[in-house]
Structures are given as C-alpha cells and as structure tokens.
C-alpha cells in the first residue's frame, strides 16, 4: 500500500475554502426566494416555502462550516519523479496518479478570490483531462509548477 501524499494545502486556504462556499450557497438561496416571490402571484402551498428555507440552511451549514475543514486537511499532494500523487475528497476519498509522461502542460491560475488570499492554483493538463491543486501560496505553486514541467520534460525524453 502506498503511502499518503506528504504535501498539504497551506491554512490560508481553509478561509478561502469557506468564502467559496458561502458563495455557492448564496446562488443556492435563489431557489427558496424565487418560491417566494411565486408565492405572491401564485397560490402554492406556504409550507413548501417552509421546506426550502430548512433545506437551504442544513445545505449552508454544512457546506460553510462543516466541510471545508474536512476538505483542507484531506487534501495532500506530492510529486515524485514518475508521477504526481493527488489525494482529496470530503466524503469519498479520491487518490489519483498522474504520470509525468502523460503530462501536456502545466500551468498557475490566480483569479479574484485566490488573489484576495494571496494563493495560486496549479493545474495540470493531460490529453484526457486537466488536474487542480487549489490554493497553494504563490511562492510553492510557481516551484512546483516549474518542477513538474522540468520533470515531464525529462520523462518524455526517455
């Protein structure tokens, strides 16, 4: 059995983690108002609107509370000279292994909310699909995106 991977997210992200879910759940809260807003032209039953609003905070709770921190401390990587080793996930654990040979290109994203956290996401790019590591700080994700890059280069010379 393989070992975990060595490298974790640093704590800057579990906030980062939290804000991202605050905004998903801010989109998710569309569906009790517009319920609402039908309830003043239509006549629905009211205590579907009840229904909703319980729904929408149990679904806020645990997504803005509960599961970020689940997810900051699962979340490890590690890159060796074969292959990348990924391991995340909340409730299901997903462990994945890139092969460096199969690596295309690998690049830093950085949009409004990494930038706030001053964090960079590193993604790496394969003919099937494309990888995330979210939320290292800017320093690691330029090192290891540079490492990845020299390594696959090297793994499709030989």
Request: charged letters at 15%; aromatic letters at 10%.
């Amino acid at each position: 059995m393989r070992e975990k991977p060595t490298e974790t997210l640093p704590e800057k992200a579990l906030p980062l983690f939290r804000l991202q879910a605050a905004i998903q759940c801010i989109i998710t809260a569309l569906v009790p108002i517009g319920y609402g807003v039908l309830l003043y032209f239509f006549s629905f039953p009211f205590w579907i609107l009840w229904i909703l609003i319980a729904t929408w905070m149990i679904h806020m709770i645990f997504t803005v509370i509960v599961f970020p921190p689940i997810k900051w401390k699962r979340w490890s990587y590690e890159v060796l000279g074969e292959e990348i080793d990924l391991q995340y996930g909340v409730i299901i654990m997903k462990r994945t292994l890139v092969p460096m040979a199969r690596v295309q290109h690998v690049d830093t994203v950085q949009g409004p909310l990494l930038k706030k956290y001053q964090l960079s996401a590193v993604t790496i790019s394969t003919a099937a699909t494309v990888h995330t590591i979210p939320a290292l700080s800017q320093e690691v994700a330029d090192h290891l995106r540079d490492q990845i890059a020299a390594l696959a280069a090297v793994a499709k010379d030989d």
